[in-house]
């Protein structure tokens, strides 16, 4: 079948690369001659590095031949240049550590297992940048029906925690198996998210200090607003100093929130957990994951209820899954130590709450309202005093737990020993 013109697909997708890269997929399932239809999952403004398209490709004059795809690509957007680099970095991790991750899974009994989505096919050249994965929604696996910006509940939120424990004791078994491969591994993904050299090339630098200055801008606490506003110049370096090599990191997700988590229901309960989007993986302290989890996708009354038992539900989590690989748990990865950590990466979670809680929380218009840009002709304002007061609370609420755990104090010493 000629793949030149197809009405059904997205502007975005009509091009010579994507149209090959169907066609590959195709005949990896043996079928030459099909027909296939395209949905925009996102990408204009929603997903931050690729368009993502949800294809399915069936034969043709038959029902019983087809499969389902999710192609996520640079191709045919203006960011290719800027996200080349995480691009290469995430077929990286599918090509090389998800399916180590998965080998070393082969023994365990499925419910045991941590799911991860399978790569299907890749390119990584520039201009041509295509990852083609299986489509978890063909397994029961769905995003949280939820708007992002109300928070997940505790069966979800143990659920995600469990299975980012196995994520993360994976590390540790590939470095108990294989020392000199994973060794590599390491080195391939040290963090480049908070670096100055991709910073300043993909003009994130910008975006975090301006999202930084929009959660500064709603503090009410004075004393808060003034030391949040002292180590405004140094949050990067401060953000630096979490992916600094130690002993215990791992391969961290590095952008585990609720858009890029599915989650698979059995009676209407969360059951089964599978990540996606690894553009952010990073080698760095497990409980930096944690962090990035818990203050995105909670508010400061679940934590001050629920955060202790998640932690505990964390570790117990990864100590039962290294347990199946005959790997102590208490030297590999101290209890005694993991709460430390957790105790240090409370800066780490107030940072990430200042500057990712715009993502989570506003829209376009919220953000012209904040910074005292117009509203563009024929946008919808009527929700938006009441979402941007959501905005206040929750931003609000982040300092003050701050200020109560002692993390806002620890950031002000942390700057003075930075300078």
């Known amino acids: 079948m000629s793949l030149d013109v197809n009405i059904s697909e997205p502007d975005e997708f ?4 994507l149209h090959e890269s169907i066609k590959v997929v195709a005949a990896l399932r043996g079928i030459q001659d099909f027909v296939y239809h395209v949905d925009y999952i996102c990408g204009k403004g929603d997903n931050f590095i690729a ?26 957007t203006t960011r290719q240049e800027l996200f080349h680099e995480l691009h290469k970095k995430e077929v990286e991790f599918y090509r090389v550590v998800i399916s180590k991750f998965n080998e070393i ?41 939820k708007p992002k910006h109300e928070v997940l509940d505790f069966e979800q939120c143990s659920l995600v925690i469990s299975e980012l424990a ?16 994973f060794s590599k591994i390491k080195s391939d993904f040290s963090d480049i998210i908070y670096q100055d050299h991709f910073l300043d090339k993909s003009k994130l630098k910008n975006y975090f200090l301006e999202s930084f200055d929009m959660s500064l801008s709603v503090v009410t606490d004075v004393k808060a607003h003034k030391v949040l506003e002292e180590i405004k110049p140094s949050i990067l370096k401060i953000l630096q100093c979490f992916s ?16 890029n988590i599915l989650f698979k229901y059995e009676e209407r309960k969360p059951a089964r957990v599978c990540f996606i989007d690894f553009q952010a993986v990073r080698y760095a302290n497990p409980v930096t994951d944690i962090m990035y989890f818990i203050y995105l996708c909670t508010d400061s009354k679940f934590r001050s209820d629920n955060f202790e038992r998640l932690l505990k539900i964390y570790y117990d989590s990864l100590k039962s899954f290294l347990s199946l690989y005959e790997i102590d748990a208490d030297i590999a990865y101290p209890e005694v130590e993991f709460k430390s ?15 990712d809680l715009r993502i989570i929380i506003m829209t376009p218009e919220h953000e012209a309202i904040l910074k005292g840009s117009n509203i563009v002709d024929g946008s919808n304002t009527g929700e938006v005093p009441g979402e941007m007061d959501y905005f206040k609370i929750r931003v609000n609420d982040v300092v003050d737990e701050a200020i109560s755990n002692g993390s806002l104090m620890k950031l002000s010493d942390k700057i003075n020993n930075l300078l």
């Open 14 to 17: 009509n091009c010579e690369e």
């Open 51 to 76: 368009n993502i398209f949800r294809v399915s490709v069936k034969e043709a004059n038959s029902e019983n031949n087809t499969v389902g795809v999710i192609v996520k690509t640079l191709v045919n």
């Open 105 to 145: 899974q082969e023994t365990l009994a499925e419910a045991a297992k941590l799911i991860l989505p399978r790569c299907l096919y890749w390119k990584i050249e520039k201009s041509n940048e295509v990852l083609i994965l299986e489509d978890m929604l063909l397994y029961g696996f769905v995003l949280d029906s």
């Open 166 to 181: 196995k994520f993360h004791a994976l590390s540790f078994v590939c470095g108990e198996r294989e020392k000199e491969s």
């Open 244 to 259: 600094k090599a130690s002993k215990t990191n791992v391969l961290c997700h590095g952008d585990c929130w609720i858009n």
């Open 341 to 355: 950590d957790v105790n240090d990466h409370l800066i780490f979670g107030l940072l990430i709450s200042m500057i």
